[in-house]
């Protein structure tokens, strides 16, 4: 066990390169990211009655989160753990729908500021808090943004999922936010 965790505390080391190059302002290092902002979150149905294809939808707006998790392997490139989260009211009752994931960014300047886009792939989620349902599914996201300073992001993501089969119907969330997120190195 202890030689396991002194492997993975220096893969670590080696992985991500030093945090003195964050300090002197370059993306390095581990990140936390923390944010906020506005979403739209989009509930889909698919499927057929009476052998003919029926699809309905409905968007609510509401608060926009993002969290990230993870470390740069370059300074052009970033690997994390995300979560991207809408919180909404429908019908009276407070639900989220987002998703979990792992993901990449890819930058066009070494240093910011700078132009990105990323990816994820991981498990997307809708819950209705007050009843506590929650259905769960494998979904992507597409993210753009820019790295306006060392430590600020402005991020335009979309993601979908299909979250669920009720009584025939295909159950697919989508996403879409603008977040504002602080980024510590």
Same mark, same amino acid.
């Given at each position: 066990m202890r030689k396991t965790v002194i492997l993975l505390i220096l893969g670590a080391m080696t992985l991500f390169p030093m945090q003195s190059k964050a300090m002197r302002g370059d993306r390095a290092g581990f990140? =936390? $990211?923390?944010?906020?902002g506005l979403g739209? +979150?989009?509930?889909r149905l698919d499927g057929k009655v009476d052998g003919e294809d029926v699809s309905?939808?409905?968007?609510?707006? $509401?608060? +926009?989160? /993002?969290? #990230? %998790?993870g470390g740069s392997v370059h300074d052009? /490139?970033? =690997?994390? =753990?995300s979560n991207r989260t809408v919180f909404f009211t429908f019908e009276d009752d407070m639900y989220?729908?987002? &998703?979990?994931?792992?993901?990449?960014?890819?930058?066009?300047e070494e240093d910011s500021p700078s132009l990105f886009l990323g990816f994820e792939l991981g498990v997307g989620t %809708? &819950?209705?808090?007050?009843?506590?349902?929650?259905?769960? $599914?494998?979904?992507?996201?597409?993210?753009?943004?820019f790295a306006l300073?060392?430590?600020?992001?402005?991020? %335009?993501?979309? =993601?979908?999922?299909? /979250? +669920? #089969?009720?009584d025939?119907?295909?159950?697919?969330?989508?996403? %879409?936010?603008?977040?504002?997120?602080r980024n510590l190195y």
């Open positions: 990140v =936390l $990211g923390l944010g906020a739209s +979150a989009e509930i309905g939808s409905d968007s609510q707006n $509401g608060l +926009a989160t /993002v969290f #990230k %998790l052009n /490139v970033e =690997l994390f =753990l989220f729908q987002g &998703m979990s994931a792992i993901g990449v960014a890819c930058y066009v %809708l &819950m209705n808090f007050e009843a506590s349902e929650t259905d769960s $599914g494998i979904g992507g996201a597409i993210v753009a943004g300073g060392n430590q600020w992001v402005a991020e %335009l993501s979309f =993601l979908r999922a299909g /979250v +669920a #089969k009720i025939g119907f295909d159950v697919s969330i989508n996403n %879409l936010s603008l977040t504002v997120s």
